[in-house]
Each structure stands twice: as C-alpha cells, then as structure tokens.
C-alpha cells in the first residue's frame, strides 16, 4: 500500500488502516481506483470512515501529478476480479 502521508502515521494504524481499506473494497468487490475518506483522531487513534467513492475524485489528479506510474496497471482488464460488474448503492453507516 502506498500512502502519501505514511511517513507521519505509525505502523498500528498504518496496519488498521490496511485492514478498513481490504474490508471495504471486498465488501464493495471494487476494482480499479477508488478513493475512501477517512479521519485519524490522534488521542485515541481511532479512524473514522467518512466516504467512499466508487470512481476517482479530484485528488486522482494531483495523486497522478506526482507519482505517473501510479494507475498505470490499474485497468488491465484481467487482473480485475470481475470486470463486467458495477453498481452504485448508498448505505449508512
């Protein structure tokens, strides 16, 4: 996992956040780029997911600004779990 602000966060919750992150994208079968918003309160170290978006937002661009290859692999077709499927729901959570 490659995280743009992983060298201010410690391993545990570089771990958790791995964790919330794999969760999620199998509960989603998601493929390809997504973005998950999140917020790390620091006194009790707790990750709060706040959305997720199913299709890239406007950090896709500053992210690919700075890292190119990046999304490079993102869409060959057969390395996705199931490239035929997409849907859009919304559930509180």
Request: charged letters at 25%.
């Amino acid at each position: 996992m490659n995280l743009s602000y992983q060298r201010n966060l410690k391993g545990p919750i570089i771990n958790k956040l791995h964790k919330i992150c794999l969760r999620i994208s199998r509960f989603y079968n998601l493929n390809g780029i997504n973005n998950l918003d999140l917020i790390l309160e620091f006194k009790t170290k707790k990750l709060f997911v706040i959305e997720l978006n199913a299709r890239p937002g406007l950090s896709t661009n500053m992210i690919y600004s700075k890292h190119k290859a990046i999304f490079k692999k993102s869409f060959e077709k057969e390395k996705l779990k199931n490239p035929s499927f997409f849907f859009w729901n919304s559930y509180n959570l």
